[in-house]
């Protein structure tokens, strides 16, 4: 069953992170970080499908070595903010190609909305790779599943420079995530509902349960108000009922009086009659 699964990252210089680092685990890739001259070499990590670097129209084309090492050079404070890794869940149930496609437009839609560059990973566990997590986890390789996913690594500042101060906000932050969030779901459901799957919702298994603790409390209110109304109009149609019962058991005594009467003057007249025709007795 597909599921859906949106989180948002912080590469944080305050909390040992590097953007050359980040890059290249997430690219399966060879980096060089030009202000420690390391080595971040993660070519023997598996199932690595795709990468590609998206940028704005007009941006001259980059290598992922010179974006991230420009991103480590334009910040300069301890404790800076270097970029932003979004992790997202590719359904299963889609093709290959069309989880591909889905994860392009995606980032496409981060980096227009945002004028930023980005590096898109699509991961795709192989049958070795599950192997391993299961004997590292002593459990059965059918317990592990095939997760495809795609990391969307992006930079904090815009092709001009400036840092994105609408998403580092709390206040409007939260709004952005949300409005991200939705986007995911949209394109998701694109492709899942066509092919006859449940659509997927953004929103989390606690916004859900809220948002469900809220509607049956908007029901009952309405059931509260309209319940009176009901019981008034049952109680109009219990006596409407009992009227039309009392008449019709007047109306079936007074027919039966009538035939009782009708009854009676016949047995009245074949009485006399019988009397007139006897014959007379002589005195």
């Given at each position: 069953?597909?599921?859906?699964?949106?989180e948002?990252?912080?590469?944080?210089?305050?909390?040992?992170?590097?953007?050359?680092?980040?890059?290249?685990?997430?690219g399966?890739?060879?980096?060089i970080?030009?202000?420690?001259?390391?080595?971040?070499?993660?070519?023997?990590?598996?199932?690595?499908?795709?990468?590609e670097?998206?940028?704005?129209?007009?941006?001259?084309?980059?290598?992922?070595?010179?974006?991230?090492?420009?991103?480590?050079?334009?910040?300069?404070?301890?404790?800076?903010?270097?970029?932003?890794?979004?992790?997202?869940?590719?359904?299963?149930e889609?093709?290959?190609?069309?989880?591909?496609?889905?994860?392009?437009?995606?980032?496409?839609?981060?980096?227009?909305r945002?004028?930023?560059?980005?590096?898109?990973?699509?991961?795709?566990?192989?049958?070795?790779?599950?192997?391993?997590?299961?004997?590292?986890?002593?459990?059965?390789?059918?317990?592990?599943?095939?997760?495809?996913?795609?990391?969307?690594?992006?930079?904090?500042r815009?092709?001009f420079?400036?840092?994105?101060?609408v998403?580092?906000?709390?206040?409007?932050?939260?709004?952005?995530?949300?409005e991200i969030?939705?986007?995911?779901?949209?394109?998701?459901?694109e492709?899942?509902?066509p092919?006859?799957?449940?659509?997927?919702?953004?929103?989390?298994?606690?916004?859900q349960?809220?948002?469900?603790?809220?509607?049956?409390?908007?029901?009952?209110?309405?059931a509260?108000?309209?319940?009176?109304?009901?019981?008034?109009?049952?109680?109009?149609l219990?006596?409407?009922?009992?009227?039309q019962?009392?008449f019709?058991?007047?109306?079936?005594?007074?027919a039966?009086?009538?035939?009782?009467?009708v009854?009676?003057?016949?047995?009245?007249?074949?009485?006399?009659?019988?009397?007139?025709?006897?014959?007379?007795?002589?005195?």
């Amino acid at each position: 069953m597909a599921i859906y699964r949106l989180e948002v990252k912080m590469v944080q210089r305050s909390h040992g992170h590097s953007a050359v680092a980040a890059a290249a685990y997430r690219g399966c890739s060879r980096l060089i970080d030009e202000q420690t001259g390391e080595i971040q070499d993660y070519t023997r990590k598996e199932g690595h499908a795709y990468n590609e670097i998206i940028q704005p129209v007009g941006c001259e084309p980059i290598t992922s070595n010179e974006l991230w090492n420009k991103v480590e050079n334009d910040e300069t404070k301890i404790n800076a903010s270097l970029a932003r890794d979004f992790l997202l869940t590719l359904p299963r149930e889609l093709p290959s190609s069309v989880r591909k496609q889905l994860s392009i437009d995606f980032t496409e839609w981060l980096v227009e909305r945002y004028n930023v560059q980005a590096e898109l990973n699509i991961h795709e566990p192989t049958v070795e790779q599950r192997a391993k997590n299961a004997s590292a986890r002593c459990v059965p390789v059918d317990d592990i599943p095939e997760q495809p996913h795609a990391h969307i690594l992006v930079s904090t500042r815009d092709v001009f420079g400036k840092k994105i101060r609408v998403l580092a906000d709390k206040k409007s932050g939260r709004e952005e995530i949300k409005e991200i969030r939705k986007k995911w779901e949209i394109l998701l459901n694109e492709q899942l509902v066509p092919r006859g799957f449940p659509p997927l919702s953004c929103e989390t298994k606690e916004t859900q349960d809220t948002l469900a603790a809220e509607e049956a409390k908007r029901i009952l209110a309405v059931a509260a108000k309209e319940i009176p109304k009901i019981k008034a109009e049952i109680k109009s149609l219990s006596k409407f009922i009992q009227r039309q019962e009392r008449f019709a058991k007047v109306g079936s005594l007074a027919a039966k009086s009538q035939i009782s009467q009708v009854g009676y003057a016949a047995t009245q007249q074949t009485t006399q009659k019988d009397v007139y025709d006897a014959p007379r007795q002589r005195m």
